[in-house]
């Protein structure tokens, strides 16, 4: 199934004392493409930002991401957080990223990463020689690299269908 799925988020906080949470997971094979772009400008001191973004990408598939945070000259007191971190199963995924920072003022504390990486031979080789077939091994890692942003999801039923798009 072939797909192109655009996101962006543009958060812009005006008040003072705002928190901003935002977490995401985005499983993709075939031939699909994904393009996530997002800007947080913090305008006014004492704010919080927290971004998470996971990609799962199998087959063919391909990802972007592109965030920004923005931390104006009179917003101090800012907490921003944004990380990005991707998984290529499949032999020809490729993802390209760029988290990106852009402070202004003194007194913040901002951080911002990606990973890009496959899923991890000597714990395959380990699920492996314990009786897991490949296909179970390679669900349970996919499982546990998404996990700590899907115990954040409260539906059931959606944490249950993202659970096998992992296996």
């Keep these: ?8 988020i543009l958060i ?5 004392k705002y928190k901003f949470n935002y977490e995401r ?10 393009d996530h772009h997002t800007l ?3 305008a006014n001191p004492n704010c919080e930002s927290y971004q998470e973004y996971k990609g799962i ?6 990802g972007v991401f592109n965030g920004r945070v923005l931390v104006d000259k009179i917003a101090p007191k800012i907490n921003a957080f944004q ?6 199963v499949g032999d020809k995924a ?3 990223t760029k988290p990106q920072l852009e402070i202004f003022a003194d007194d913040v504390k901002c951080s911002h990463g990606c990973t890009i990486g496959q899923l991890d031979d000597s714990a395959m080789f380990y699920l492996k020689t314990r009786g897991i077939s490949e296909h179970e091994a390679k669900g349970l890692l996919t499982y546990a690299f998404a996990n700590n942003v899907l115990e954040n999801v409260k539906m059931q039923a959606l944490k249950n269908k993202i659970k096998n798009y992992c296996q």
């Design 1 to 8: 199934m072939e797909a192109i799925l655009l996101g962006i």
């Design 12 to 16: 812009f906080s005006k008040w003072t």
């Design 25 to 34: 997971i985005t499983i993709l094979g075939g031939n699909q493409h994904t």
């Design 40 to 42: 947080v400008h913090h």
């Design 57 to 62: 990408y199998n087959g063919n598939s391909t």
């Design 83 to 88: 990380q990005n971190n991707n998984l290529l």
């Design 94 to 96: 490729s993802v390209n």
